[in-house]
């Protein structure tokens, strides 16, 4: 089906863009974008160059999408922002490019980024993530399919918040927050499992329970994490969620939050 392009939007004859695709008044699209098919631009929306845009994408009335770096080190390099198919980005969000660091800032697919959230340079937001209203992400942040952040969060310049995790609203996340949890409170601290995101995604009973076991160890066992770590290496070899936990928390370069 051939796209709409309301007379008033600006779009470049050099922009790549995909079939039945709806572009409203005063949209702007720059020469470096590509849009894939059955997406939505909304009125007054901004799409830069290095826009890398999949199929079935909504974006919003005034959002800015692939706008240059906030980071005084870009020099106008050529990076890039991709947002995967199924995604939703509401009004007045701003989704910065890379930088030369890593070339490209990543939304994943079946997002749903609520109205003013901002994605810093160089961040990765897993698929299926939920950024409530007014989430900020501080450049190089990297988030973990399904993980779920409430409103008004901000979230430090190089944290990690690892798959299925869920961060109530309103705090401040400036150090690691391991996979399959919940955080809470100020200063954030570990709040238990998710168990109702676990369960609704489908892990087993014997899932959870090893999971519930894991952080039993690691954060009740009055071991330090190096050493907690080592201890769930010896009771689950094997066992891929235990793994993921202990990768994360290994390979965690801020520090992880505390009970």
């Known amino acids: 089906m051939k796209s709409r392009i309301h007379k008033t939007a600006m779009v470049s004859s050099k ?19 590509e849009i894939g098919n059955n997406c939505s631009i909304g009125p007054h929306a901004v799409i830069y160059d290095g826009a890398r845009i999949g199929n079935n994408v909504v974006i919003h009335q005034a959002s800015s999408i692939a ?7 870009y020099a106008g390099e050529k990076t890039f922002l991709y947002i995967g198919d199924n995604t939703t980005v509401r009004e007045y969000a701003t989704l910065n490019r890379g930088t030369d ?54 979230v430090h310049q190089f944290s990690k918040v690892g798959k299925h995790a869920m961060v109530g609203g309103g705090f401040r996340i400036i150090k690691d927050i391991p996979p399959y949890i919940v955080a809470g409170s100020e200063p954030l601290r570990f709040s238990g499992l998710n168990l109702i995101g676990l369960r609704r995604r489908g892990f087993t009973d014997e899932d959870i329970s090893i999971l519930k076991n894991s952080y039993k160890v690691i954060y009740n066992s009055g071991l330090n994490f190096s050493q907690a770590i080592e201890k769930l290496r010896g009771i689950y070899p094997e066992h891929q969620l235990v793994k993921n936990i202990v990768d994360f928390i290994s390979n965690s370069s801020r520090g992880i939050i505390r009970r």
Do not use: R, W
Not at 15 to 33: C, F, L, M, P, T
């Open 15 to 33: 922009a790549k863009i995909g079939e039945n695709v709806n572009i409203e008044a005063y949209a702007i699209i720059q020469d470096d974008v």
């Open 67 to 73: 706008n240059a770096p906030q980071d005084l080190k």
């Open 101 to 154: 660091a890593t070339g490209f800032s990543k939304v994943g697919a079946n997002c749903l980024l609520m109205a003013y959230t901002h994605i810093g340079h160089d961040c990765v937001v897993g698929d299926n993530c939920i950024l409530a209203n007014a989430v900020t992400l501080g450049g190089h942040v990297e988030l973990g399919e399904f993980v779920i952040i409430g409103g008004m969060t901000p």
